[in-house]
């Protein structure tokens, strides 16, 4: 009787312990899959499926991941990671363990590369807001004084010669605030707050500040945009992007009405929105076009090197891409993202473009 009883209560604590496991594998956000020897597939996960497409027990890995049976049946099992396209066409990571179990299955573990990038970014992000908050205070006060001091000196106007030294450090002092604002931009690009913005609206009201403020001829610059057709962005970092690329088009184009464009057309079926700004002048060149979005690199004496790097930031920070697309002249950019209306709660109530 006693024997009975232990091998009763074992009975029911494997069986605590299965179900238990089995819960833990089902809310697990990796895609989980056991393997037999012979490849089939003995269990799964829901997300796995998800990743995947429906797995039924017992049927053939190689019908679903021929990429994963093959890794199995010829190299045996490995713990290396292997990036392939899922079902959805996301791309996934793939870990391969083996188990202890006396009859030889194997472990596959599913993760979405995607949400691993989104776990960088965010971990960059938090790095990036302290970075930026130790710049505010270690260098813009000391920049201020610098200055300031340089107006002082030429208030006292000696010569010639110090007032082009004075004029060489007004000009490197300005220079480095904008470096230093460039920088503290990127900090506040995880604050997007994301709505569907009509873009014959906004491309319009973006058309008249720019022209005001850098006073040009509203004829340099053509919009064109299908009414109805929006775009999800945060309105004021759509702003800061677009003053960024048609400010560099205005300044490589040659002049001219019509000199710069930009265009909005919805693309995939209407799901997805391309905002073009394109310019006629000289187009990027071959070398530049391999560093354009990397951090300090400019063409422009003036330039902080930021612009670019900044504007596709704040567009990945909105759901959406950034491209310098192939041109037989003048440049071509590209913003890609959603065309669906989004509804979002506005921070503190405020909405400023930059």
Do not use: Y
Not at 94 to 102: L, N, W, Y
Not at 320 to 328: G, H, T
């Amino acid at each position: 009787m006693i024997n009975e009883e232990l091998a009763r209560q074992r009975g029911e604590s494997l069986e605590n312990q299965s179900r238990i496991s089995q819960r833990v594998i089902e809310r697990m956000q990796d895609g989980v899959l056991v393997i037999d020897r012979d490849g089939c597939v003995q269990r799964c996960n829901p997300i796995a499926e998800t990743m995947l497409g429906p797995l039924p027990v017992g049927s053939r890995l190689a019908q679903h991941a021929p990429l994963l049976a093959d890794i199995l049946t010829k190299q045996g099992v490995i713990v290396d990671e292997i990036e392939f396209s899922g079902a959805g066409g996301q791309m996934l990571q793939a870990r391969f363990e083996k188990t202890a179990s006396s009859t030889g299955e194997s472990l596959i573990f599913l993760e979405d590369v995607g949400r691993i990038r989104a776990q960088a970014q965010q971990l960059k992000l938090a790095s990036l807001g302290r970075l930026t908050a130790s710049i505010a205070h270690e260098i813009r006060n000391p920049l201020s004084a610098i200055g300031h001091a340089g107006e002082l000196l030429r208030e006292e106007r000696r010569g010639e010669m110090q007032d082009r030294l004075l004029h060489i450090l007004g000009d490197n002092v300005a220079r480095l605030d904008r470096i230093v604002a460039d920088v503290l931009e990127l900090g506040r690009r995880d604050r997007a707050q994301v709505e569907g913005l009509l873009l014959s609206e906004v491309c319009a009201q973006f058309l008249e500040n720019f022209m005001v403020t850098e006073g040009l001829d509203s004829r340099l610059l053509q919009v064109e945009s299908a009414e109805g057709l929006s775009l999800c962005f945060d309105r004021s970092h759509l702003q800061q992007v677009l003053w960024n690329l048609v400010s560099n088009a205005v300044r490589h184009s040659q002049g001219k009405p019509g000199s710069v464009r930009l265009s909005a057309t919805a693309v995939a079926g209407g799901e997805r929105v391309e905002l073009h700004v394109l310019d006629d002048g000289p187009g990027v060149s071959a070398e530049a076009r391999e560093q354009i979005f990397e951090p300090f690199f400019t063409t422009h004496h003036k330039g902080t090197g930021l612009g670019l790097f900044i504007a596709r930031e704040l567009c990945e920070a909105n759901g959406a891409s950034l491209e310098l697309l192939p041109s037989e002249s003048g440049g071509h950019f590209v913003i890609t993202g959603r065309a669906e209306p989004c509804q979002h709660p506005v921070a503190n109530g405020v909405r400023a473009a930059n």
